[in-house]
């Protein structure tokens, strides 16, 4: 009888307890995260090791985003690696002109060429006039896409020069020279407008009286 009435009080101290030890629904919901944390990880290695998956887990989003930003498609953009450019340009004044033609060919910067430069004069003073032709081959480099800027270099290879005193001719076929040219250009879609300055001197050697002039 005595058992009993022991196994039975402290089933009613048991029944009064418990109550007062286990958190509230309205507490547990307040502090869910904490207690689930506490229910499933009952040491400092195992929430730890939550912490360091976690961190893991917030990289490999920050990793994730990086790699769609970078893999956006960019904006479409024209690249001409191959150029081919034609320029003719003429000056004059009251005695002098000059003429100049001019074509290249640029790949990927590296631009190769010809250029044919006339030129005439004539003295106020004596009766003499002089024209020339010179052919040159030119090499170049060209910096920039949208705008450009080209710098190259002539070499003489060929030409002849005409010189008229009073009824006589002298003429030469022999012609040394060198020369640059600098030029700055703006792309337009396919098309190209360049601006574009030469300076070229050359020598005519082993002048030859060819005849009168009739």
Aim: hydrophobic residues 35%.
């Amino acid at each position: 009888m005595t058992l009993r009435k022991t196994i039975l009080l402290l089933t009613l101290l048991l029944a009064g307890v418990l109550p007062c030890l286990l958190p509230s629904k309205a507490d547990a919901q307040k502090r869910g995260n904490w207690i689930s944390a506490s229910y499933s990880c009952r040491n400092r290695f195992c929430l730890d090791t939550r912490n360091r998956d976690a961190v893991r887990a917030d990289r490999a989003k920050d990793l994730i985003r990086r790699g769609l930003a970078k893999r956006k498609p960019k904006p479409f953009k024209l690249e001409l690696k191959l150029r081919l450019r034609d320029f003719r340009g003429t000056i004059s004044g009251s005695r002098s002109s000059a003429e100049i033609m001019s074509q290249n060919v640029i790949y990927d910067g590296f631009g190769i060429g010809e250029s044919k430069l006339k030129f005439k004069t004539n003295s106020s003073q004596y009766p003499i006039t002089y024209e020339s032709e010179t052919s040159t081959r030119d090499f170049s480099y060209t910096f920039g896409e949208d705008w450009s800027l080209t710098l190259g270099v002539s070499l003489a290879y060929s030409g002849n020069a005409k010189v008229r005193f009073l009824n006589h001719i002298y003429q030469s076929e022999k012609v040394l020279g060198s020369g640059y040219f600098v030029g700055v250009g703006l792309r337009i879609s396919i098309f190209e407008v360049l601006l574009r300055k030469t300076s070229l001197e050359t020598t005519f050697e082993e002048l030859k009286r060819s005849g009168g002039v009739p």
